[in-house]
């Protein structure tokens, strides 16, 4: 077995998303959805053209492939699901949950501090 993709253990691709959804204009594609290199590079590719015949499909007009079946166990669960705050997130910012950075006055007064050349315009940029 390659150390660079996990062991796969038998029947858990029933797990795995189909490319396919119920949510109208809505495709996966990824590494983790039902195709057969699982958690790897050609997986992740390999998805993506999955996809693309399922966006392809429906240009055409043709009805999408049955959607994979959610496991009853997973729905129970879900049923008494309580959230919880994530672990190690410090903030409540986009870029604590990965959102991108987004420059409030107070971050754009520290930039102009640190770097002021950054909020030059052009003119000013070309003297320097």
């Given amino acids: 077995v390659p150390r660079s993709v996990y ?13 396919t ?11 983790y959805t039902s195709q057969k290199f699982l958690g790897s590079m050609e997986g992740a590719t390999l998805s ?8 392809a499909n429906r240009a055409k ?17 879900a049923s008494s699901y309580e959230a919880k705050d994530p672990v190690g ?17 107070k971050e754009e007064d520290l930039l102009r501090e640190s770097d002021p050349a950054q909020y030059n315009d052009q003119k000013e940029l070309s003297t320097v």
Avoid: W
């Fill in 7 to 19: 062991a796969a253990i038998p029947g858990r691709n029933k797990y795995r998303p189909s490319q």
């Fill in 89 to 105: 997130v410090k903030g409540d910012g986009a870029i604590a949950f990965g959102g991108g950075y987004t420059v409030g006055k």
């Fill in 61 to 77: 007009g043709n009805a999408d492939k049955p959607i994979k079946e959610i496991q009853q166990h997973i729905i129970d669960a």
């Fill in 48 to 55: 993506g053209k999955l996809a693309a015949e399922v966006i």
């Fill in 21 to 31: 959804t119920p949510i109208p204009q809505f495709t996966m594609a990824g590494c």
